[in-house]
């Protein structure tokens, strides 16, 4: 597809549960974001890939919270025995270059993960 | 700590009359600024870079200043039309050394016929 895509759109799992979430980057993107939003909040940065490389993983909030981008290409991001806390909308974005050029990022529709 | 600050209160305009938001940033020295436009249930869409050494960045009905002094960026966009209507988020480096951003909460713009 032409666009960043994300699924599930909408998951709902029971605290505790583990949940896995994928992101589809735009073909050829280098640079891969996931972020969290909360309600009535700007997106929070969570981690950051080049290529495979995880190379900035300074926002994730737990050691429950696992990214990774084997390939290169298409991205996990994985959360273990989920809490309330963790509801919010989980999006992913993907930009053409690597390192600290200036650049737009592509954003995803988001997951939005309920924790019962 | 760095913090970003854009109007909380959604700003209600009417159809044709130029929309201003703002964007202040405290204990930052961004080399760049992003406007995003969010709409319900959407990921943010890229509208504008502006770098720390312009001014001024223009397109079509929309256009960006920087001022480093003030510490703040404004986003006007000109003969609004309902469509104008969602949330606008401001988005500057992170200075990590890497693209990564740092939003803010973002301004809701209502623009009624």
């Known amino acids: 597809g032409a666009g960043v895509s994300q699924s599930p759109r909408y998951k709902v799992a029971k605290r505790g549960q583990d949940v896995a979430l994928r992101c589809d980057p735009i073909s050829g993107h280098v640079s891969l974001f996931w972020y969290q939003q909360a309600l009535g909040q700007g997106p929070e940065f969570l981690t950051y890939?080049?290529?495979?490389?995880?190379?900035?993983k300074s926002g994730l909030p737990s050691d429950r919270f696992f990214a990774e981008r084997p390939e290169g290409s298409v991205s996990t991001l994985k959360i273990q025995r989920t809490q309330q806390e963790d509801s919010a909308v989980y999006l992913c974005?993907?930009?053409?270059?690597?390192?600290?050029?200036?650049?737009?990022?592509?954003f995803g529709d988001g997951t939005r993960l309920s924790i019962l | 700590s760095q913090k970003i600050e854009q109007n909380s209160e959604a700003l209600n305009i009417q159809e044709g009359k130029t929309a201003t938001l703002t964007c202040n940033y405290t204990?930052?020295?961004?080399?760049?600024l992003q406007w995003y436009r969010q709409d319900p249930g959407r990921g943010p869409v890229f509208l504008l870079l502006i770098r720390e050494n312009e001014k001024e960045k223009r397109k079509e009905r929309l256009k960006v200043t920087f001022d480093t002094t003030l510490k703040q960026s404004l986003f006007h966009i000109t003969a609004s039309q309902p469509a104008d209507s969602a949330t606008y988020l401001c988005?500057?480096?992170?200075?990590?050394?890497?693209?990564?951003?740092?939003f803010g909460k973002g301004t809701m713009l209502l623009v009624s016929p």
């Open positions: 974005a993907s930009s053409l270059a690597g390192g600290s050029s200036n650049q737009p990022q592509h």
């Open positions: 890939f080049q290529n495979e490389a995880q190379l900035d």
């Open positions: 204990n930052y020295s961004p080399a760049y």
């Open positions: 988005a500057l480096d992170g200075n990590s050394g890497y693209s990564t951003l740092t």
